[in-house]
Structure formats: C-alpha cells, structure tokens
C-alpha cells in the first residue's frame, strides 16, 4: 500500500539556550495507507512529543530543529502553521489520553460536533446534526439522536471517550493518532475503546498511529511497533517478532514486565533505574547504565539504528545476540 506519512531523521528541540535538549532525536518511520504503527515507551521517552510534531502542536519552548514529516505528499514542518492545523482538523484526527481536554464543558455534545459539519463542511444546521447524530452513532453510544442534547459531564469516561473519538473521525481522517486513548478508562472499557477504534479503521481505511505505554493494548491492534527510548527509535519491526523475540535488551526487559491483561501497575518494574534526565543523557547507548547485557564499548559508542533481516531494526551492538536469548517468559 502507498505510504500516508513518512517521518525522516525528526529532531524536535526544548527550551533554549543552556536549557535546551532535544527531546525526539533522529526518529524516522513509515506509516502506510490502513496500516497500524504504535509508538511504545515510558513518559519522557519522546513518543506524544513526536505526534505532537506531526499535529503541529507542540507547545511553544519547543521546534522541530531537523527532519521531514510528509503527509500525503506534503512537507508538514515547511507548511505554513495555519495549514498544518487546518490538515489536523480534516484529515488527520486526534485522540487523548483524557475526554475532557477534547470537550467543552458548557456545549452539548451535538452543538460542538455539529459545528465541525458546519464549519469545515458548510453544512446547514440541520443537516450538521444529522451528520453528528450519524457520527456519535456509528461510535456505539445507543440513542444517539436524543444524547446530542446532553453535556460531556452527563455521560460516563468510556462514553465521553467515544465522542471524543466520534470528532476525531467526524470528517473521515486518512489518518487518526491516538495518544494512550485508553489510560484514564478502566480495564474493560480499555478494552472495548480499542475494539471500537480498530472497528472504524476497518470500516475506513484510516492508518492509525497508536502513542502508549501500556503494551498490552498494542498487542492485537497493531500491525508494526517502534519502542522508543530517551528520545529515540531503539528498535522496531512487525509486533509478533519484536514481541516474541526482542532485539533490544530495553525491548526485551519491557517484555518481562508485562502484567497479565487485567493489571498494568508498575509496567517497568523489571528493569532497574529510571530512564535518563534529557537535558544529561549517558554518553554511548543511553541504556546502558540500566542494561544487563552492557559491554564497555556500549559506554563509549552509541548503537546506531540498523536492519535486522528485511523488516526489523534495533538500535545495540548486540542485538544478534539479544534476539536469539530464549524467550522472554
Ligand atoms: Fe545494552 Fe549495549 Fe545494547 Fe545498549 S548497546 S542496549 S548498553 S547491550
Ligand atoms: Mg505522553
């Protein structure tokens, strides 16, 4: 299939002067038309700060100092703001972490739905509220027609989530980023959030790219994963082979700490020490001081990101050898 966006060698820089540190380094990827790519890391591991590249939302200490982001031929860091945002709000979508950033307290759901149709259709009040009533509908929340006259703050987390994601597809995206869409919900509606995005992407095409930490939530959604650690790519590939067998030592320890389905406390719990202050990364391979397999090399020279076969790449010296360990248990 046609690649929709290609992110190439992104760099985005915080703050300025002494207090400046890149928080994305050298990250690229490619997302194809339908295609799933989730960006898996901890906090801080600079995964929502490269979406927020693409939806040129970054807040304003920050810029994107080198690299290409094309989306559906177009340049977006040489466009003019102004087009990025309005690209943001037609073909591309947005998921948060938390519903209430994305409403507005003081509308109905139907009046701020209603006003994309409006606003970025032309479409007569009455027909942007069939459109909206169509759109919160095809998100499963039941009686649709007669909730567009209700506020955000009189429907559950799961339910305000499904609105949010309702405006995110309203004006059919080719592209929908979704940032730990699931965080703030319990389990179960985790799981039935997930099932409804990969429903609409089914039903749409839409690639999908999926920001979270939580590796559970990738594992059926997923067609290719990049874990991302201190800022970069460590290692990506198709999610059963990253999965079953990992090339990157830090892969391989967030593997090993996977709870069950049911429990996701303490993900990282595995592997020992915090990942790094940005502003004072280690030198050589940024893991290394929390790496079981580390060397005296890996002190020394950092790992470039490199093939593995035809479709993985891990960013450590001994990623041969990583890959071939027994099976993380
Ligand atoms: Fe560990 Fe060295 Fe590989 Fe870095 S390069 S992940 S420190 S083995
Ligand atoms: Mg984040």
């Not at 099932?195 to 749409?204: F, G, H, P, S, W």
């Not at 967030?254 to 020490?273: V, Y």
Request: hydrophobic share 45%; glycine share 8%.
């Amino acid at each position: 299939a046609d690649t929709l966006l290609s992110v190439d060698s992104l760099a985005v820089r915080f703050g300025g002067n002494e207090d400046a540190f890149l928080a994305v380094e050298d990250v690229s990827f490619d997302l194809r038309a339908g295609e799933t790519l989730s960006l898996l890391g901890e906090s801080g591991s600079g995964k929502s700060v490269t979406a927020q590249a693409i939806m040129a939302l970054l807040p304003r200490n920050a810029a994107i100092t080198s690299g290409r982001i094309v989306f559906a031929g177009e340049d977006l860091v040489s466009l003019p703001r102004s087009r990025t945002r309005d690209l943001c709000g037609t073909r591309m979508g947005m998921v948060f972490q938390d519903p209430l950033t994305a409403l507005n307290p003081v509308f109905t759901v139907g009046d701020q739905i209603a006003e994309l149709f409006r606003v970025r259709q032309g479409l007569d009040r009455r027909a942007a509220w069939l459109a909206a009533a169509e759109v919160v509908d095809a998100v499963g929340i039941p009686d649709a027609r007669r909730r567009l006259d209700a506020y955000p703050h009189q429907f559950s987390g799961g339910m305000r989530q499904r609105l949010v994601i309702a405006m995110a597809i309203a004006l059919k995206p080719r592209l929908l980023i979704a940032d730990e869409p699931t965080t703030a919900l319990d389990v179960t509606v985790q799981a039935q959030i997930m099932e409804l995005i990969r429903d609409l992407q089914r039903e749409t095409g839409m690639s999908l790219l999926l920001i979270t930490h939580d590796l559970g939530v990738v594992a059926d959604v997923t067609d290719r994963v990049a874990v991302m650690y201190a800022g970069r790519i460590v290692e990506t590939g198709p999610v059963r082979d990253v999965y079953d067998n990992p090339a990157h030592p830090y892969t391989r320890g967030l593997m090993s700490s996977i709870p069950s389905l049911e429990e996701s406390p303490g993900l990282l719990a595995a592997i020992p020490g915090m990942p790094p202050n940005p502003k004072e990364r280690p030198s050589g391979c940024p893991f290394h001081p929390r790496c079981a397999f580390a060397r005296p090399v890996c002190s020394v020279e950092r790992p470039a990101l490199r093939a593995m076969g035809d479709r993985r790449k891990a960013a450590c010296h001994f990623a041969e050898e990583v890959v071939r360990l027994d099976p993380v248990s």
